[in-house]
Every structure is written in C-alpha cells, then in structure tokens.
C-alpha cells in the first residue's frame, strides 16, 4: 500500500533546462504500443493477429531514447505488458538509460471495457512482467486511451489497493473517443484513503473552452506553435505542470500504412509523422522535463480532493 519513490538523482530527474520556465519539471511520456495495436485500428486488427505482424517498436524507441539522451531528459515509458514480454532488451535498455518504466495495462484494453476484476488482472499481469524484465518497481500507470473516467471509478481504487504511487489516465476535455470533461485539468486524490494521486494528460484554455494540448494527433496535426503557447500558458498562467505524451509509432513514416481503416482514423494516425521527431526536439529543447514519478512526488502536495464515492464504497465493484 505505500508508494515508495525511487530516489531520483537531480540530474536524472530534471534533465534539460534550456529556455525553461520558472523551474517547473513537466512530465514527458511515452505510451509503448507498436503501430498495430493503437485505438484507431482497434476494430481492423485483432488482437489475435497481432503476433503474426512484424514489430517495429523496439526500433522506434530507440530513435525516442536517442533523441531524449541528444537532450539530456529523462522521461517516462508506460509499457504495455504484451510487448514487455516479447521485447525484454528493450525495456533494460530503457531503465539503463535513467527513464521511468511504468504500466499501459497488458494488451492495450479500455478500463471501462472492463470490469473491475478483469482490471485487476489486466494491470497485474502487465505489472509483474515489466518488473521482471527490468528489476526496477512500476509505480505509474496510463490507461490505455486515458479510459478512466466517470464510469470507472473502482479503477482508482484498483490501482492504489495495487500499491500505485499515481495515475495519469484521465483526459480532461470532451473528445469523440475518450475524456472526462468534468474531472479537473490538474493533479487530484480520487480516494480519501490512499494517497495516490491522477495527473490528467494536458489541457489548455482557450476561448474558455478546454482544449487538448498534451500530445496525441493535436501535436502532430497542429503547428508546433500552438503545443508551445499551450504549454507556457499551462506554466505560466496556471503555475502548474504540464503532461505530455505521444508514441514510439509517430517517430516513424515508413510504417506500414492500413489502407481499410476508415478514412478519419487514417487522417488521425498518419498526418505529420515526417515532422514528429522536429517537432519533438523543439519541445525538449523549450520546456524543462522530467520523469512522471517525479511530477507526481511534486505535485502530491497540491492535489485537489475528488472523491467519486464514500469511502466505504470505495472498493465496491459497481460493474459486478
Ligand atoms: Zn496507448
């Protein structure tokens, strides 16, 4: 039940520094998926076929590592257990190089597909093999579309029964596939018993509107100009840091295209992958960043209560 945090050597932790503002460390991460298994395509690969495909994710995080050691940042990497298990130098290579491994669940199933002993599995599973792959404790975990949210509230209380130091699954905005547009854009202590807390992926506000700006198609799609005046808003208006996140398959172009997905789905996986890696550099080079569990150590101290039931039922399973 404690959450331990590794002890985090300051310059591991806060990594570059050029151009930053006020000191604040935003967390960067890395959802390890390979360019098969994401949401879009969900519904045109199975599952099932996934072991016949050739993988190109090892590769690609290693073009991510490569860039982040050109930087001097440390970031961390939430795992998927299916390719934990099948791709184990590659997350030595990731905790060798200071980077935080942490959980994406098993194979890449939404929470609220799920009920809560299925989650409990999944995220089980996925946990003990990146662990042993790596020997390093997992005390993070994204869910797989940022899936938590007002129908899942036993997931919270999953993951810090589980003994999760934070959680950075809830995308705060109104979005076709995902979000929770009621949670809060920052840090929050969903249960009133433990002290693992959520750090909703970034939201700036414009117009007084929420919108995306943590990573994801909007980075790719938009101009770079946008991530920054976001994530500076975020740093300057709000005090606050940010989250940002995007995938090992969006450093690559010369992945292989999926010619029957529906055309929005296509639109959304493959505009600006020739820029990523650019774009990428920029961001590093203009913010200061640094690993999750350390956002989270930080942030602990300021996150609003949001307890979404009463402590007693707090580890009922309302999906039973
Ligand atoms: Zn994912």
């Known amino acids: 039940m404690n959450a331990p945090f590794q002890p985090l050597s300051e310059s591991l932790a806060t990594g570059a520094s050029h151009g930053a503002a006020q000191g604040i460390v935003n967390g960067l991460s890395v959802d390890v998926e390979d360019w098969f298994q994401v949401g879009a395509f969900e519904n045109v690969i199975a599952r099932g076929e996934w072991d016949s495909i050739k993988t ?14 050109e930087a001097d940042v440390s970031a961390t990497f939430f795992t998927l257990g299916w390719v934990a ?8 290579r990731i905790a060798d190089a200071g980077h935080e491994l942490a959980s994406h669940g098993y194979d890449h199933a939404r929470v609220f597909t799920m009920d809560r002993a299925g989650f409990a599995e999944d995220i ?25 949210d007002h129908r899942t509230p036993w997931a919270f209380a999953e993951l810090a029964e589980q003994g999760y130091a934070y ?6 905005v109104a979005h076709d596939h995902y979000g929770w547009p009621e949670a809060p854009r920052f840090a929050f202590k969903p249960l009133p018993w ?24 909007f980075f790719r799609v938009l101009p770079y100009a946008f991530s920054r005046w976001a994530i500076r808003q975020v740093n300057r208006s709000d005090g606050r840091p940010a989250v940002f996140y995007f995938h090992p398959w969006e450093v690559d172009p010369d992945q292989p295209r999926v010619a029957h997905a529906p055309l ?34 930080r942030e602990a101290a300021r996150a609003e209560d949001l307890f979404l039931s009463a402590p007693d039922a707090a580890t009922a399973d309302i999906a039973a």
Not at 85 to 92: D, F, G, L, S, T
């Open 56 to 69: 190109r994710v090892e590769d690609n995080v290693y073009r991510v590592i490569d860039l982040f050691a």
């Open 85 to 92: 298990k099948r791709h184990p130098n590659m997350i030595r």
């Open 124 to 148: 089980r599973k996925a946990r003990t093999i990146i662990e042993d792959c790596s020997g390093v404790a997992v005390t993070g975990y994204r869910a797989p579309s940022f899936s938590i």
């Open 167 to 172: 959680s950075s699954s809830v995308a705060p």
């Open 194 to 217: 433990s002290p693992m807390i959520e750090l909703p992926v970034t939201t700036a506000m414009l117009g007084g509107r929420r919108v995306a700006a943590g990573g994801g198609g």
């Open 264 to 297: 929005r789905s296509r639109f959304r996986h493959y505009t600006g992958l020739g820029k990523m890696a650019g774009k990428l550099r920029e961001l590093v080079h203009d913010f200061r960043w640094g690993r999750m569990d350390l956002v989270a150590h």
